[in-house]
């Protein structure tokens, strides 16, 4: 149980563009989402939290117009990387976590994103 | 101050041996903790969680608790070379509603 899958696990694309990567819950339903960025050899930066339905809450210094994150149901969550630049390559990492199991957040495998 | 930290690594163990990792957090009315698993270019991976004072165990892994000295550990028993990894320690503090602060992590090798 507690699978979080997204889509793709990669993706290029050319500056300028916007990118949406998915984050689904396959076998529970998440209160909370959470979107996560991290650079090689550093450790996990949180950029946003989600919960169904509501805005989310974004880390201070996240850009929300240039992060724009949709959590539509209990079992999806969207992030669009709008025109995308270079210094946006990094590895893009969703989570999910249900209150009833006292904050326990479940990965999804990651989106490797690079912009050329 | 850093509100979660890691005993610097990176550590290295021979197989067989048992590898500790300690963590130590300063927020004293958090209430959860975990141990993450990481291995290179992939997610983290929860290994472990505990709530309450004491010991947990699962298989070959044991995290310790202990809030009043605001230290959480995790022991892995018969280390194989497959543990290498970085362990993430991380903590939902009092008031975070459920977002996790992480340390730094620590990198285990564990050699043939």
């Known amino acids: 149980g507690a699978v979080v899958s997204q889509h793709p696990s990669w993706v290029i694309c050319k500056s300028g563009t916007s990118v949406k990567i998915e984050c689904r819950s396959l076998?529970?339903?998440?209160?909370?989402m959470f979107w996560y960025r991290q650079f090689p050899k550093q450790s996990l930066m949180l950029m946003a939290t989600?919960?169904?339905?509501?805005?989310?809450?974004?880390e201070q210094g996240v850009e929300k117009d240039k992060f724009l994150i949709n959590h539509a149901s209990l079992t999806l969550s969207t992030l669009t990387v709008t025109s995308a630049h270079p210094e946006d390559s990094s590895f893009y990492i969703c989570?999910?976590?249900?209150?009833?199991?006292?904050?326990?957040?479940?990965f999804g495998p990651g989106t490797r994103l690079t912009v050329t | 101050q850093k509100e979660v930290e890691q005993n610097s690594g990176p550590l290295s163990v021979p197989e067989g041996a048992i590898a500790s990792l300690n963590c130590t957090y300063s927020d004293r009315v958090s209430q959860s903790f975990f141990w993450y698993r990481q291995y290179s270019g992939k997610s983290p991976e929860l290994i472990m969680s505990?709530?309450?004072?004491g010991d947990k165990e699962d298989g070959r892994f044991t995290a310790q608790l202990n809030k009043a000295s605001q230290y959480v550990s995790l022991l892995i028993r018969d280390s194989q070379p497959s543990d290498s990894a970085t362990y993430l320690c991380?903590?939902?503090?009092?008031?975070?509603?459920?977002?996790?602060?992480f340390g730094q992590g620590t990198i285990l090798t564990v050699h043939p």
């Open positions: 505990i709530y309450s004072n």
């Open positions: 991380a903590v939902v503090g009092g008031t975070s509603y459920g977002k996790l602060t």
């Open positions: 989570s999910a976590s249900r209150t009833e199991d006292y904050y326990e957040q479940y």
């Open positions: 076998d529970f339903q998440a209160t909370t």
């Open positions: 989600s919960n169904e339905g509501s805005k989310a809450t974004y």
